[in-house]
């Protein structure tokens, strides 16, 4: 049995607020009509459970019965979402059922950050650093606790991330690393970032078994993302969802792009942009593999968001469902960064007394809390 330490304390007790402040998050975007309380979600996660209805109900993956019209990126989690409609729970509450996996997904999330940047940093402190920042994200526990895939696509990230460092530090394959990412395109296809990053990764990083992550990495992705256009051709006689022409029929990649990088900026700008500048220092400071997987994970959903034009509520601020995913891995680094920043300024002064050190890295940690805010930053409360 392991010997409670003082780290582990607080871990549960980040734990414990994050599944309180998650509950009350849920309870606070419930309503009463009637005497009768009601649990809703998201617009687009009210699609989902739509499409949901009527799988479970023996419709097929239809809005209507009868039509056949692919409205939904997010087929996994879908059929997911229609499981819950196969039990006998009352429909007022059966959105309930939803956002509370995805507050255990959330939950999980978190010991897989505390792993990634415990394994980063070898310091508990910056793993409870990186483990406050990602357990209070706004925009992640929005979009998940409200129904969306996102908290799925996190956790699924996190463990892709955590079992590639595992990996390249043992030396030994791991074929379970693409079969989960490859599965992962099932939740929301465009899971083949992250995916075709960490395959980079390791086939840069692992040199004798560079064919084997290829293979392996390339090969399942391209099948998964095969097999699904497939049956979407069978199914609904189209190659691409109805979502995709939706966002990107007729729209020139020059205009995506700027709209993309504005909305970037955007976030960039008013969170502050001092702090997304932060994990580079640890580029500067020591670089690492760790540290180039998980702000390559990060830079990729940037660049994604980028290239597909951001998302459809970015007036209200904060990260969007494709940057969101990563930012648990981009708390990891910039909590890592602090940390070597610390340490060198310590360093840098040989003659100041023991205490100065423990009286920095309370320092560091008020500096983490406080970025809470920042990266909190909401700019309206509108729909």
Request: proline share 4%; charged share 10%; aromatic share 16%.
């Amino acid at each position: 049995m392991k010997k409670l330490t003082f780290p582990h304390l607080i871990f549960g007790l980040i734990l414990l607020a994050f599944v309180g402040y998650a509950l009350r998050f849920i309870y606070l975007t419930s309503f009463v009509i009637h005497g009768q309380r009601y649990f809703a979600l998201f617009d687009d996660a009210m699609i989902s459970m739509t499409f949901a209805k009527n799988l479970a109900a023996g419709h097929g993956l239809v809005w209507n019965p009868g039509e056949r019209v692919e409205g939904f990126t997010n087929p996994g989690w879908v059929v997911f979402m229609a499981l819950f409609h196969l039990l006998p729970i009352p429909a007022p509450k059966i959105s309930l059922l939803i956002q509370l996996s995805g507050l255990a997904i959330l939950a999980a999330n978190l010991f897989f950050v505390r792993k990634i940047a415990r394994h980063l940093a070898g310091n508990e402190w910056v793993a409870l650093g990186a483990v406050f920042l990602a357990a209070f994200f706004f925009s992640l526990n929005n979009w998940t606790l409200q129904g969306m895939e996102v908290g799925a696509l996190a956790l699924v990230t996190s463990v892709a991330a955590w079992l590639a460092l595992r990996q390249t530090e043992s030396g030994r394959f791991d074929p379970w690393l693409y079969v989960l990412l490859a599965a992962g395109t099932l939740i929301r296809m465009d899971m083949a970032v992250p995916a075709l990053v960490i395959t980079g990764f390791t086939a840069l990083t692992d040199r004798p078994n560079r064919r084997k992550h290829l293979i392996w990495g390339l090969g399942l992705l391209f099948a998964f993302l095969l097999g699904q256009t497939v049956l979407r051709r069978w199914y609904y006689g189209e190659w691409l969802p109805n979502t995709y022409y939706l966002k990107l029929g007729g729209l020139s990649l020059v205009s995506r792009v700027r709209r993309g990088f504005g909305v970037f900026w955007q976030l960039v700008w008013t969170t502050g942009w001092f702090l997304f500048a932060v994990p580079l220092l640890a580029f500067f400071l020591k670089p690492t593999r760790a540290t180039f997987l998980l702000f390559a994970l990060f830079a990729g959903q940037v660049a994604y968001s980028i290239y597909v034009g951001g998302d459809a509520w970015e007036h209200r601020g904060g990260a969007n469902r494709f940057i969101a995913i990563a930012m648990p891995q981009f708390f990891a680094v910039f909590c890592y960064a602090l940390e070597l920043a610390r340490q060198a300024l310590v360093a840098a002064s040989p003659k100041w007394p023991v205490w100065a050190g423990h009286t920095s890295r309370v320092g560091m940690l008020a500096f983490v809390g406080l970025s809470l805010f920042s990266f909190n930053t909401i700019l309206t409360n509108d729909p």
